[in-house]
């Protein structure tokens, strides 16, 4: 065919294919009208935002409130929320054309989301369920008066929406899509294990020089994504006042603290998921205490948007009695994990603690044994401290196979956890460690009072270790040595990356040329990651290379050489925070308090996870007050002022008041407004 004749060919078919997506286009239908009644509420909404673009939201109820919240958090990253929204309906491929669009599709359809949302949402309590629709509400709202950001497919959002993102996130948390694709690659999953990044640190005010309690929030979160922390103060007429840190799509303050108390949760990993192996014959019967039964099967339609039309494919997703079931080449398995029964009630128990006024609340709200995983750090004005291994522990029977008996339905209660309540160190922490470690001295758990099919972490790491170096013995710390402990970079000498990776190299064989020079290098090294210490990149690289290689310390002097022709390079040339145009040097890594973890880019490890939101907090009996930082600013969308202004803060290890009282909030104020005013 001619060039002339292509040409000739191409421009009707641009045509066609133009109207065919306008059709397409105009086929998904018209985001709704703002409404009365969201302008109603709207007008009794206050949002505030400080000169670090941090929206403080006022309202006149609880309900209020979390619809200016959702106003707020959608004007600083609308494009996640509807992501999160999509994914929890089992909708993300139609605004997202990838494979993890369609597994999560599957995988909301598999785990049947959507019915856990119909039989939970109507049995929260009445002021949960305000405050979902109110939230739920508020997004609507926002969608309204930003039709061109919005697919009308996901209009209007319901109170069910916003619960079936908590009933949707969980499982992923609990590792169950781990534990499936384990299941479809032919083996079975290997149960409990240890958590990577966060820290929860509390000093009592007897270990103060200034006598205050002392907190320490700091979650290693993803930096971008469904689960980077927001940082965000909800204030209400009715006694709702919380500083502190969500993801998209969340109500209530997920860890922070109000006037009166506390908390940060770090992950942990106890085995919450059971696998169950399933005789099944025709592909339509399983075998349960002798008898038959049908699989309830259904079929699950997932719709792909192909920007010209939507294709929907269609998936069979069976359950047994014992939870959902995967087909696969080795046979059926059927899967359960903690917490799926009661899994909308964790927004209500994050409710519940955001407004507690003392530690017996508190201890209440955590009885409702709805979350199903994380360490909590506790600390209030009333100089308690607390530890708590939080974990909807089950009781099982120890039996297996064909039996109904195997299939656990009740777990171990709150006051059986592994908790440490003001011991007489003064200090209790988590940093994704033991429980059984959680101070020095007195107070810990006893490991042989648990069950180890719960599989209760028995590790201690390198942030343990500096923890326990650092709050141990009898000396009082003032603010700044706490704060200067949440940004230690030090790796112990008993740490993994010391003892395992560096000092075999150490005592090893004595290598050749540029490999040599880096054993010299690691032999100074003062186990700082610090920007300016090439031996911290080093070990760092040898640690974690950005490549498998059977001699990683090899590769890594190659790749030094490779990028920048020499060994001799310093951690911050290396690791970077990149952020819109900023490129800056990033110190910190792997295990450190002062955490960062990476993702090769070309011949540098750019910033992904780690320090993020972090917030410090001084309690008295005159209530509480805190500073923060997060590793790039309040908002998401690219070209705003907020986007990457708190790089340079965070970087300098430099935090800002939070400003919970509206006299120091109004003297560093940005704006005031009502949402959509």
Request: glycine share 8%; aromatic share 8%; hydrophobic share 40%.
């Amino acid at each position: 065919m001619t060039r002339r004749r292509l040409l000739a060919l191409a421009v009707p078919l641009a045509v066609l294919a133009a109207g065919a997506r306008w059709t397409h286009l105009h086929a998904r239908g018209a985001v709704p009208a703002a409404t009365a009644e969201q302008r109603s509420q709207a007008a009794r909404v206050h949002i505030l935002r400080d000169t670090w673009g941090v929206p403080h939201i006022y309202g006149k109820s609880d309900a209020d409130a979390a619809f200016g919240l959702a106003f707020a958090h959608a004007e600083d990253d609308w494009p996640t929320i509807q992501k999160a929204l999509a994914a929890a309906r089992g909708r993300l491929s139609l605004l997202e054309l990838s494979k993890g669009a369609v597994l999560a599709d599957y995988f909301a359809a598999l785990l049947r989301i959507g019915d856990l949302a119909d039989e939970q949402v109507p049995k929260l309590a009445p002021d949960t369920r305000a405050l979902l629709e109110a939230y739920a509400r508020g997004l609507t709202f926002y969608a309204a008066l930003h039709a061109s950001e919005a697919d009308a497919r996901l209009l209007p959002v319901t109170g069910r929406d916003i619960a079936a993102g908590f009933i949707e996130k969980m499982p992923f948390l609990l590792n169950v899509p781990d534990v499936l694709a384990a299941l479809n690659a032919g083996h079975m999953p290997v149960k409990g294990g240890s958590a990577t990044g966060s820290n929860g640190h509390a000093l009592a005010a007897f270990r103060a020089t200034d006598g205050k309690t002392r907190l320490n929030i700091n979650s290693h979160q993803p930096w971008e994504g469904p689960v980077a922390w927001y940082e965000a103060q909800v204030v209400s007429e009715e006694g709702w006042n919380m500083t502190g840190g969500l993801f998209p799509g969340s109500p209530v303050i997920l860890h922070g603290h109000n006037d009166k108390l506390g908390w940060a949760h770090t992950v942990n990993a106890p085995s919450l998921v059971d696998v169950y192996e399933l005789t099944v014959r025709d592909g339509r019967e399983y075998l349960l205490d002798g008898k038959w039964l049908p699989l309830d099967a259904r079929e699950a339609a997932i719709e792909i948007d192909l920007g010209l039309f939507t294709l929907t494919i269609h998936r069979q997703v069976l359950q047994s009695a014992q939870g959902p079931v995967l087909r696969t080449k080795r046979g059926f398995f059927s899967i359960r994990y903690a917490g799926r029964e009661r899994s909308a009630q964790t927004v209500e128990q994050w409710y519940r603690m955001d407004k507690a006024r003392s530690l017996a609340e508190w201890k209440t709200a955590m009885e409702l044994q709805a979350i199903p995983m994380f360490n909590a750090v506790y600390a209030d004005g009333e100089s308690n401290i607390l530890y708590v291994y939080n974990a909807l522990l089950p009781i099982r029977s120890g039996l297996e196979g064909t039996s109904s008996k195997a299939i656990w339905t009740r777990y171990q209660p709150f006051a059986a956890l592994p908790q440490v309540l003001n011991p007489p160190s003064g200090f209790v922490f988590n940093c994704n460690t033991t429980p059984f470690a959680a101070t020095a001295g007195e107070g810990n758990p006893d490991p042989a009072s648990f069950d180890p099919r719960d599989g209760i972490e028995q590790v201690m790491n390198n942030r343990g270790l500096r923890s326990m170096a650092l709050l141990g013995g009898d000396r009082k710390l003032s603010q700044q040595d706490f704060e200067a402990m949440k940004f230690d970079r030090t790796y112990a000498r008993d740490s993994h990356l010391f003892k395992d990776v560096v000092e075999p190299l150490l005592t090893g064989p004595p290598r050749a040329g540029a490999e040599q020079k880096g054993i010299e290098l690691l032999r100074a090294w003062d186990r700082e990651a610090s920007e300016d210490s090439p031996a911290a990149a080093l070990a760092i690289l040898t640690a974690e290379p950005p490549e498998p290689s059977a001699d990683p310390f090899a590769a890594a002097v190659h790749w030094l050489l490779d990028g920048y022709g020499r060994v001799e390079v310093p951690l911050g040339e290396v690791q970077r925070l990149r952020r819109g145009k900023l490129d800056l040097p990033l110190g910190g890594g792997p295990d450190v308090l002062n955490a960062a973890m990476t993702r090769a880019d070309g011949k540098h490890l750019v910033g992904r996870q780690g320090d993020s939101l972090i917030i410090l907090v001084d309690f008295d009996s005159t209530g509480a007050s805190s500073r923060s930082i997060i590793q790039y600013g309040a908002s998401n969308i690219e070209g705003t002022p907020h986007y990457a202004d708190q790089a340079q803060l965070f970087l300098r290890h430099q935090l800002k008041p939070t400003l919970r009282k509206l006299e120091d909030l109004r003297a560093h104020l940005e704006r005031d407004y009502v949402p959509g005013g």
